[in-house]
């Protein structure tokens, strides 16, 4: 009678899990997009700065987020939420340095 249970809270935390991921991932993408979206359709030059301050702005207050919750989710108890965060972070820095080298 256990064997269910425990398979039903499995996939329950597996699928807290995916969500965590898809929610804050999603939130990063969107605004990135938004962000190459209104650089693309605006002709002006500064407006396109702006536009990149704005999204660079936007991706710092996300990586800010994410790291201040890491801490709380360990604080909690919720450890592989947390090192799905400490992933994420790892991923965005990573992609962060390729982009900038390969600007150069």
Do not use: C
Not at 23 to 42: H, K
């Amino acid at each position: 009678m256990n064997e269910p249970e425990n398979g039903y809270l499995n996939s329950k935390r597996k699928s807290n899990k995916s969500k965590h991921i898809v929610l804050r991932a999603g939130i990063l993408v969107i605004t990135l997009l938004l962000m190459v979206i209104r650089s693309a359709y605006t002709g002006n030059g500064w407006w396109v700065l702006m536009s990149l301050i704005l999204g660079f702005g936007l991706a710092i207050i996300w990586f800010l987020f994410i790291l201040i919750e890491t801490f709380i989710l360990y604080s909690k108890k919720k450890a592989d939420l947390a090192k799905i965060n400490i992933i994420m972070l790892g991923v965005f820095i990573f992609s962060g340095v390729v982009i900038f080298f390969y600007l150069q």
